[in-house]
Structure formats: structure tokens, C-alpha cells
């Protein structure tokens, strides 16, 4: 399972701020409830690409000594399944789909110079299906915006909270995600495919 790591700052800072297991380590299990702190169980990598940061990045995980389950720290400035960062994303939505760049154009926008059509297409797709649950799910944080469409009263929503707010409220609160979870994936993030049968007696 992942949460949010609380952290509001650059990419080289959370690299050195993360080597601390106890600097943000859960009080208690999310997925058991249990109220004992969890214990420090290494990292993963991924990778991450952002204005100036394009590598590998650490996450931390933790164990939970009881449902003897991991929890791992996502970053805030990252989108779960995606390589690329929220604000990379944002500068590419809001150029193309709010001020109607092209989709080259929107990419210099986002700083990806070289980036594919392809990938903002992607980007593109994924947020138009997304566009009404989000006007929805983000209805407690501020008015929907008047707008001539759902995609473009999310996008006006998303600038009015900040992308990064709206990401944090949206996966702790609704285990939702900014564009979607993918195909093979359940609304709640949990892998939906199903447990082989068992064999007949």
C-alpha cells in the first residue's frame, strides 16, 4: 500500500530528508489499524522525471509487525503508476487543453522538449476519462467553476486548489488518482484480478 510522504520541498531535498526512517514514520498501520509504529523495511527505486530532476528516486518502505503487510512513502510530487511528475503534467494540461497549444507546444510548456506526441496524447486521454469524477471528488475543497465542459471545470478546479493539494486530498481521502487508475487496476488502487480457482476434488 502507499501513502503520501508530507513533503514540500525540492527533489534533492526529500532525497536527503528520506534517509531518516523516523522522520515520518505512520504511528499506526493504514491498512490494519494496528497502533504500533511501524519499523523501517528499506526502500524502492523508481524513476522520476521533473523540471530539473530526471533519475532514480527512493522510496521508503515500512513493515507493520502485526498484519506483517508493507507501507511505502510516496512522494507528493508523485502520480503512482507514472513516471513523469505532477507538475511536469499540470504544465502540459493546462497549455494544451486550457490555452490550446499545440501538443508540441504544450511539451516546450512542460519543459520535455523531446517528449513523444504520443505521451501527451496518453496524458490527454486519461484526463478527459477522468474529468468527471474529478469535478466530483474535488467538489469539498472549492465551487465547480463555470465552465463549457467537464474537462475544462476540472482543470479550472485543479489551478483553483493547486495540483499537488488536490493530488494529496484525493489519494488519502478517495484513494483516487489524478488520471485514473489503469485498466487493471480497481477504483480503491487494489489490484482487481481474481485468485486462481481451486482445483476440483
Known amino acids: 500500500m502507499q501513502i503520501l510522504h508530507p513533503f514540500a520541498g525540492s527533489i534533492q531535498q526529500y532525497l536527503e530528508e528520506i534517509s531518516d526512517p523516523d522522520r515520518h514514520r505512520p504511528k499506526q498501520c493504514p491498512q490494519c489499524d494496528?497502533?504500533?509504529?511501524?519499523?523501517?523495511?528499506?526502500?524502492?527505486?523508481?524513476?522520476?522525471v521533473d523540471g530539473g530532476f530526471d533519475g532514480g528516486l527512493r522510496v521508503r518502505r515500512y513493515l507493520c509487525r502485526?498484519?506483517?503487510?508493507?507501507?511505502?512513502?510516496?512522494?507528493?510530487?508523485?502520480?503512482?503508476?507514472?513516471?513523469?511528475?505532477?507538475?511536469?503534467?499540470?504544465?502540459?494540461?493546462?497549455?494544451?487543453?486550457?490555452?490550446?497549444?499545440?501538443?508540441?507546444?504544450?511539451?516546450?510548456?512542460?519543459?520535455?522538449?523531446?517528449?513523444?506526441?504520443?505521451?501527451?496524447?496518453?496524458?490527454?486521454?486519461?484526463?478527459?476519462k477522468q474529468?468527471?469524477?474529478?469535478?466530483?471528488?474535488?467538489?469539498?475543497?472549492?465551487?465547480?467553476?463555470?465552465?463549457?465542459?467537464?474537462v475544462t471545470r476540472a482543470l479550472y478546479m485543479l489551478q483553483s486548489i493547486g495540483?499537488?493539494?488536490?493530488?494529496?486530498?484525493?489519494?488519502?481521502?478517495?484513494?483516487?488518482?489524478l488520471l485514473g487508475w489503469p485498466d487493471f487496476f480497481a477504483p480503491q488502487g487494489r489490484c482487481a484480478t481474481l485468485p486462481p480457482p481451486a482445483p476440483a476434488c
Open 34 to 48: 494496528g497502533k504500533e509504529p511501524l519499523v523501517g523495511h528499506g526502500f524502492y527505486q523508481r524513476t522520476l
Open 66 to 128: 502485526l498484519c506483517k503487510r508493507t507501507v511505502s512513502l510516496l512522494p507528493q510530487f508523485a502520480l503512482p503508476w507514472l513516471r513523469f511528475s505532477i507538475t511536469v503534467i499540470s504544465l502540459f494540461l493546462v497549455a494544451r487543453l486550457l490555452r490550446g497549444l499545440t501538443l508540441a507546444a504544450a511539451a516546450l510548456a512542460a519543459g520535455q522538449r523531446a517528449m513523444p506526441y504520443q505521451r501527451g496524447q496518453f496524458w490527454i486521454r486519461r484526463f478527459r
Open 131 to 150: 474529468a468527471p469524477a474529478l469535478s466530483l471528488s474535488l467538489a469539498p475543497l472549492t465551487a465547480p467553476a463555470a465552465a463549457p465542459d467537464l
Open 163 to 177: 495540483w499537488i493539494a488536490a493530488h494529496r486530498f484525493l489519494f488519502a481521502d478517495l484513494r483516487a488518482h
